[in-house]
C-alpha cells in the first residue's frame, strides 16, 4: 500500500462516481442478421471480430454452407489484390517504418542469403559438426572463411575456403586472419 506524505493528495480524490470500469460503456452495439436462421442480433465488435455472422455457435455449427460461405468472403480480399486494388500498402523495403534508405553493407545481405545457408551446412557437414582447431564437437559453431571477405568476395560461397570453428578459436583469428590462412588451408585440403 503507498504511503502519502503532507502535501500529496491522491490520484483519485474528488473522482468518486465519475470512474468507469474498464470493460462498460466500450463501444457501441451493432446489429446484424444470423446467416443460418436468419435471426437479428445485436453484437458488440471488437478490433478482433469486426463483424459477426451468426448469433450463436449453435447456428456456425449447424450452417451446412460455412465453409463455402467463408471461403467466399475471405476471397475477397484476393480478389482485390489480383485486380491490382490493394488493401494495404506493402510493409517492406521502403513503405518500412525504420527504412534507412538501404544501408546494409553486402556481407549482411550475404549472410540473409539461402546460398550463404546452403554453403554454412555443407562446411558443417563436412567438418562433422566439429571445430577444426580444438576439436570441440557441437555447441556454437561458426564458419569461418579463410581467406577473409574484405580480400575477396568471389570465393564467398567455395568450400575450400571455410571451415567450422568454435567461437573461442573463431575469436582468436579476429584480425590476424592471414597468420592462420596456412594452417586452415592445409587442414582443409587434407580432409578432401
Not at 491522491?10 to 462516481?17: E, I, L
Not at 435471426?39 to 463455402?68: A, I
Request: glycine residues 8%; contains cysteine.
Amino acid at each position: 500500500m503507498a504511503q502519502f506524505f503532507k502535501g500529496q493528495t491522491p490520484w483519485n480524490k474528488g473522482t468518486k462516481g465519475s470512474q468507469i470500469a474498464w470493460n462498460k460503456g466500450r463501444g457501441k452495439k451493432a446489429i446484424a442478421n444470423c446467416l443460418n436462421c436468419n435471426v437479428s442480433f445485436k453484437y458488440k465488435p471488437n478490433k478482433y471480430h469486426p463483424v459477426r455472422l451468426y448469433c450463436s455457435r449453435e447456428c456456425y455449427q449447424n450452417d451446412k454452407n460455412v465453409h463455402t460461405r467463408l471461403s467466399s468472403i475471405s476471397s475477397l480480399g484476393v480478389e482485390k489484390i489480383k485486380r491490382g486494388e490493394v488493401i494495404y500498402p506493402p510493409r517492406g523495403g521502403e513503405n518500412h517504418w525504420n527504412w534507412k534508405g538501404g544501408i546494409s553493407d553486402i556481407k549482411h545481405l550475404m549472410r540473409r542469403s539461402l546460398a550463404w545457408r546452403g554453403w554454412r551446412r555443407l562446411i558443417f557437414e563436412r567438418d562433422n559438426y566439429t571445430c577444426r582447431d580444438c576439436g570441440k564437437s557441437g555447441g556454437y559453431l561458426e564458419p569461418h572463411h579463410i581467406i577473409p571477405l574484405r580480400e575477396t568476395l568471389s570465393r564467398a560461397y567455395e568450400i575450400n575456403n571455410g571451415i567450422t570453428l568454435c567461437r573461442p578459436c573463431h575469436m582468436k583469428t579476429m584480425g590476424k586472419e592471414k597468420s592462420f590462412e596456412a594452417k586452415y588451408l592445409q587442414m582443409v585440403n587434407t580432409c578432401n
